[in-house]
């Protein structure tokens, strides 16, 4: 018997008072100011402990398993940590809720999302949204328990409240670098089944491989459909920095038409776009630019701009 006592571990210590408090206080800095408490017990703040910090107004109680830090009200990050910790064992965030975790800005979430094994048990809170799937995609590096970035923004542009949205939660990854394109495009490949697959295969196209995922066929099925003539594609001019091609022009009125792929917003593309465009305005050419993501999502707007433009400058 004494021999079996020797082998166990030793119970943590228990730490008293201000070297309680200060402990939960330095577990709780890296969940944005929320702790476990499976990780007090491990340091020897058990549940009693715990009890008279919440009696007494410092600690404050966010779930079963949540304990909140100096204040009731939790922050962003520390709802995320709520959010997996609550929602029941094997939860990571997903879709958007995962890549704001990541570093993504430029988006608002209405709601956490987070996915766990459909046959864990599950607990519904206000303000998360549960995935419960039989096989949950796996989790990424350290810090909160989250899915990979292509994944999430797969998820996110799936559950997306319209196309327009899920165009913006496949473009800002990428235009962050959080993520690179073709690692989108491989994650996409394994994908079976999708509502939106048409339309994300078309936008995982666009910002892969910019403009050229917008075949000539396409606008000029659209060029028809609004009344215009057929325009002329990748023509060549001559301008002070050399030869330069046009995505699509009606050189009997002096229009040109750029389609801007994902990949000119990065580096320097900006600038060289604007000297082309430049150039062309300098020669009595009208240019008008599309964001090939904006002709994915609100064409009939573009291209009636082209049908006005068109039609002023033919009566010039």
Known sequence: MAGNEAQRSPAPLRPMG??????????????????????????????????????????????????????????????????????????RLDGVSALLSDGMTGFTAAAIDVTLPARNRHHALAGVRLHRVDC??????AGIPRVAVELATIHGAQWAVSDRQAAL???????????????????????????RRQFINAVIADVADGAHSLGELDFTRMAR?????????????????????????????????????GHHALALNPVDDALRQNDRVVVGERVLRIPVIGFRIVPEKFMQQVRRTYDVLGRA
Do not use: K
Request: positive net charge.
């Open 225 to 261: 459909i609004y009344g215009l003539p057929t325009p002329s594609h990748q023509v060549v001019r001559s301008g002070p920095r050399g030869r330069v091609y046009l995505d699509i022009s009606w050189d009997e009125v002096g229009l040109v038409v750029e389609i801007d792929g």
């Open 136 to 141: 949950p995609p796996p989790m990424r590096g």
């Open 18 to 91: 201000a070297h309680r408090r200060t402990l939960a206080a330095q577990l709780a800095a890296d969940h944005g100011g929320v702790v476990h408490r499976n990780e007090l017990a491990r340091y020897g703040v058990g549940r009693n402990a715990i009890r008279d910090e919440i009696g007494a107004g410092r600690w404050f109680r966010a779930g079963r398993h949540t304990v909140a830090i100096d204040a009731p009200v939790l922050g962003t990050e520390a709802l995320r940590w709520w959010a997996v910790w609550e929602s029941g064992a094997g939860a």
């Open 169 to 195: 939660v496949i473009c800002l990854p990428i235009q962050q670098r959080l993520l690179l394109p073709a690692r989108l495009q491989l994650a996409w490949r394994g994908v079976g089944r999708s509502a």
